[in-house]
């Protein structure tokens, strides 16, 4: 149980252009949805935190018009890169809160933009 | 927030048991202790959770001091698979709150 999936796994695109990132929920109802992303060799940095039916939560420093982020159901989270530029490559991870403080975490999704 | 410290890295050969310490001084009443496994391009993969004393599932241990200022996770007989990036993770009830560690890189030697 407590499986979470992401789509794409990886996406290369052009810059200027948007991609969007899903994650899922497979066999629970996930109240909280966290989106992370990842450098090469560094720890996790959490983006945002996203509420079914509310609007997600950013951490300071993270451009909310630049990754939008929409949690529309219980079991699905997306999170969209507008106007990708080569500077948002990066390792995008979301995860699943199934009850208090457990997260879940998703394969993960590599973005490069050309 | 409670912020972590963690060794960067660590070498063990394999078959040996690891312990990795995670320092959290300004740990809360309310907050929890999790680990997390990482290998390259995944998602972090859960691993233990605890609170205090000692807590011990099929692939792990994690022991607490009564002060909680700091963790171990222990991993016994380790293999060559085990070679991943783990986390500490120190977090409140809620789930909302939490800070994520800069991870221990470990290396299995055959």
């Known amino acids: 149980g407590a499986v979470v999936s992401q789509h794409p796994s990886w996406v290369i695109c052009k810059s200027g252009t948007s991609v969007k990132i899903e994650c899922r929920s497979l066999?629970?109802?996930?109240?909280?949805m966290f989106w992370y992303r990842q450098f090469p060799k560094q720890s996790l940095m959490l983006m945002a935190t996203?509420?079914?039916?509310?609007?997600?939560?950013?951490e300071q420093g993270v451009e909310k018009d630049k990754f939008l982020i929409n949690h529309a159901s219980l079991t699905l989270s997306t999170l969209t890169v507008t106007s990708a530029h080569p500077e948002d490559s990066s390792f995008y991870i979301c995860?699943?809160?199934?009850?208090?403080?457990?997260?879940?975490f998703g394969p993960g999704t590599r973005l490069t933009v050309l | 927030l409670a912020k972590t410290t963690q060794p960067i890295s660590m070498d063990s050969y394999e078959g040996q048991e690891v312990n990795i310490t995670c320092s959290h001084n300004?740990?809360?009443?309310?907050?929890?202790i999790t680990w997390y496994q990482q290998f390259p391009s995944q998602g972090p993969r859960f691993i233990i959770q605890?609170?205090?004393t000692k807590v011990t599932n099929e692939v792990a241990s994690l022991f607490i001091p009564a002060d909680r200022k700091s963790s171990t996770l222990s991993l016994p007989r380790v293999s060559l698979s085990d070679t991943a990036v783990y986390y500490c993770?120190?977090?409140?009830?809620?789930?909302?709150?939490?800070?994520f560690g800069t991870g221990t890189s470990l290396t299995v030697i055959p």
């Open positions: 995860s699943a809160g199934r009850q208090s403080n457990e997260q879940f």
């Open positions: 066999d629970f109802q996930a109240t909280t």
């Open positions: 996203s509420n079914e039916g509310s609007k997600a939560t950013y």
């Open positions: 300004n740990i809360a009443t309310n907050d929890y």
């Open positions: 605890g609170y205090k």
């Open positions: 993770l120190v977090g409140d009830s809620t789930g909302n709150q939490f800070y």
